[in-house]
């Protein structure tokens, strides 16, 4: 397994966010959480890296147990994220920002990774040298995607890729994350509100409610259940 | 003109080394978003480091006047960051991520005890010290009076240019830098992308310790004496400087250390030496009234 989690449970003071969550990636697979707005699913993808930390359970990533390392030791074993809001640093380039990126890859695929990113991302070519918080929300999405690509991650986060973006742009995403699975092997882990897209593209998927899985199964399992097309597809997402 | 050619030749040197000691405010406070108050006592150590190494030197014989400032500076330079960093280790990291109030009190707190270690240590008593570098140049005479640039304040002025441009470089141009900045803006994104935000800020408060013990070496030559309590008066104009340039600003920084340098050079020169410190006191306020993000200050409403 790529990642095992086992009865996680994390907390902001005395508000428990997680509450015991087990579930398990493994290699290559792109894994879909979903579920309402507040249901711990930032929260999950966060304390896989460290922030908050797990008040209990384990994290493990292949064979190392990662939930009590700091965030950026966590970062250096494999796992990236392009986090809840892209977090962009606004008042640097995007070159800069892809640098970051690759702060923890080998210097010496550097050129090459650049390449690749921006080829998957050509709008961020022409605005290499443009300070990071004047892209548009897409551009900060594809940025924020890009960044976490630069540090030839084993584990991809990618939290609600889609989110504020114009259709088309979703559409775009969504297929530029297949292909970062084809052509690069990363395994994904992506939480999404725009559960249609994500179930479409994902092998499996977990659904979160107030802190807990209640529901798990193929991608195409869940896109069938009724219950779920009633609480997260057929409300009008794209 | 003579009289006032003079104030700015002197204004100038003054402003360079209010300067080196403002960037360490203003790089702390950028990146952790708080003042660091011990930072003047810092400075202060910088120049009593400077006076032990300069005495030792000369005791064991070193009479290569530029062989001696450069290991003074490297002497000073090296335990400064030390201090700097066993600061920060002591007075600020235990407390990151409480209130902003903790780590104020905190800080004040290591500048006390900063300034009284090196009272029981050193004495009360003021420490002089023999010119070290003498000369200069006459740039012009006129008016009865005679304009003088003594190489002391040449080497100041060249040596705090040199600086600034290297750390200018360096913040923008290194992996370190990056991640100073990456810090300074997102501190849980530059944790995310695999910065060691703790290590980054630790290399800041060591950084700008290091520059404060340039500054002091400067003053401890240009004045000859060094005190215990140089660092409260220091401190005060530098963190104005840093404060009138822009808190946060780099170049705010330089600027504003050259302002409040000939701000002063002239104020003694035009009207009386007592009151000198007065007006860096008043422009604080007036700048913290008027224009809270310096003359080149980022409005906070950029700041993301
Ligand atoms: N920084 C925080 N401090 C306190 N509570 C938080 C914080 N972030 C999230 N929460 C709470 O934790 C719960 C889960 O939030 P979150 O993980 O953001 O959900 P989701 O991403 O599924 O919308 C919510 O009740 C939210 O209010
Ligand atoms: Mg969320």
């Keep these: 397994m790529m990642l095992t989690v086992e009865g996680l449970v994390a907390a902001y003071g005395r508000i428990e966010a997680l509450k015991g969550v087990d579930l398990t990636v493994a290699e290559g697979e792109i894994v879909a959480l979903i579920g309402a707005n507040g249901a711990g699913k930032t929260t999950l993808l966060m304390s896989l890296c460290g922030r908050p930390r797990a008040k209990a359970g384990r994290i493990r990533l292949l064979d190392d147990d990662i939930a009590h390392l700091p965030t950026f030791a966590i970062v250096r074993k494999g796992v990236a994220i392009a986090p809840e809001g892209r977090r962009i640093f606004p008042r640097l380039s995007v070159l800069e920002n892809l640098r970051l990126g690759a702060v923890t890859a080998d210097p010496a695929y550097f050129d090459s990774d650049l390449k690749r990113v921006l080829g998957l991302f050509p709008r961020l070519k022409e605005r290499l040298d443009q300070r990071g918080g004047t892209l548009s929300g897409g551009e900060q999405q594809m940025l924020a995607i890009g960044r976490a690509l630069m540090a030839r991650p084993r584990l991809l986060l990618l939290d609600e890729p889609s989110l504020g973006l114009a259709p088309l742009v979703v559409r775009q995403i969504f297929d530029i994350i297949a292909a970062i699975r084809a052509e690069q092997k990363v395994t994904v882990f992506l939480v999404e509100q725009n559960a249609h897209h994500a179930l479409r593209l994902a092998d499996r998927g977990y659904v979160m409610v107030n802190g807990r899985i209640t529901l798990s199964g193929s991608g195409a399992e869940l896109l069938a259940n009724p219950e779920i097309r009633a609480a997260y597809l057929d409300g009008g997402h794209g | ?304």
Excluded: C
């Design chain 2, 1 to 304: 003109m003579a009289y006032f050619l003079q104030q700015l030749v002197n204004g100038v040197a003054l402003g360079a080394i209010y300067g080196l000691i403002a960037i360490g405010y203003t790089m702390v406070y950028g990146i952790i978003g708080m003042i660091n108050f011990a930072h003047g006592e810092i400075f202060m150590i910088g120049a009593f480091l400077s006076l032990i190494a300069l005495l030792l030197i000369a005791a064991l014989g070193i009479s290569n006047v530029p062989l001696a400032l450069a290991l003074t500076l490297l002497f000073a330079m090296a335990f400064a960051a030390l201090y700097g960093w066993t600061v920060e280790r002591l007075a600020y990291r235990p407390l990151r991520g409480s209130q902003r109030l903790a780590p104020l009190i905190s800080a004040i707190g290591m500048s006390i005890v900063l300034q009284n270690t090196v009272q029981l240590l050193q004495g009360a008593r003021v420490k002089p010290l023999q010119p070290v570098i003498t000369g200069g140049l006459v740039l012009m005479e006129g008016d009865g009076f005679v304009v003088r640039l003594s190489y002391l304040q040449i080497i100041i002025m060249l040596l705090t240019l040199a600086l600034m441009i290297g750390f200018t470089w360096l913040i923008h141009n290194t992996t370190l830098g990056r991640a100073q900045r990456a810090t300074e803006q997102d501190m849980t994104m530059a944790a995310l992308v695999g910065i060691d935000v703790d290590r980054t800020i630790s290399a800041t408060f060591v950084m700008g310790a290091a520059l404060a013990a340039v500054a002091g070496l400067m003053v401890t030559l240009y004045y000859g004496v060094v005190d215990f309590y140089i660092g409260f008066h220091a401190g005060v104009k530098a963190f104005t400087a840093a404060v009138l340039g822009g808190i946060g600003s780099l170049p705010g920084a330089m600027l504003g250390g050259l302002l409040i340098g000939l701000i002063e050079a002239f104020w003694s020169g035009y009207f009386t030496i007592e009151y000198k410190d007065v007006a860096a006191f008043a422009i604080l306020i007036l700048v913290l009234i008027f224009r809270p993000t310096g003359l080149l200050g980022r409005p906070e409403i950029e700041k993301v």
